[in-house]
């Protein structure tokens, strides 16, 4: 990977970063309790309680993600990145670009 790439690479994980932090506050507003004193009725209570759920799941993989992504931003200049961490060959800068937290190529990955 040359610098350009590497450069290119750096503004897509910045910007991915800043893209999951709003997702991460947004997420976090809804996965809020619900009171129990709101008079939505039994159905659409059990309704939002249910898309809390499903909130919070997305939450926390969005969590990890941006966690990855940090973790990318960090190592981006050390030796080896964009390296496989099985099989040590280099990972594609297309598949990088795609998903900048990748930390192995696609046979690996399979």
């Given amino acids: 990977m040359d610098a350009k790439e590497?450069?290119?690479?750096?503004?897509?994980?910045?910007?991915?970063?800043?893209?999951a932090?709003?997702?991460?506050?947004?997420?976090?507003?809804?996965?809020?309790p619900i009171a129990p004193?709101?008079?939505?009725?039994?159905?659409?209570?059990?309704?939002?309680?249910?898309?809390?759920?499903?909130?919070?799941?997305?939450l926390r993989s969005a969590r990890?993600?941006?966690s990855k992504l940090r973790i990318a931003i960090t190592n981006i200049d050390k030796e080896g990145f964009g390296s496989c961490e099985n099989c040590k060959r280099p990972i594609q800068?297309?598949?990088?670009?795609?998903?900048?937290?990748?930390?192995?190529c696609m046979r690996c990955a399979n």
């Fill in 6 to 19: 590497k450069e290119k690479l750096r503004k897509k994980i910045l910007e991915r970063i800043a893209q």
């Fill in 21 to 32: 932090e709003k997702e991460i506050a947004h997420l976090e507003e809804n996965t809020k």
């Fill in 37 to 58: 004193e709101n008079s939505i009725g039994r159905i659409s209570r059990m309704d939002a309680i249910n898309n809390k759920s499903v909130a919070e799941a997305t």
């Fill in 64 to 66: 990890r993600k941006i």
């Fill in 93 to 104: 800068v297309a598949r990088l670009m795609f998903m900048p937290e990748s930390t192995k």
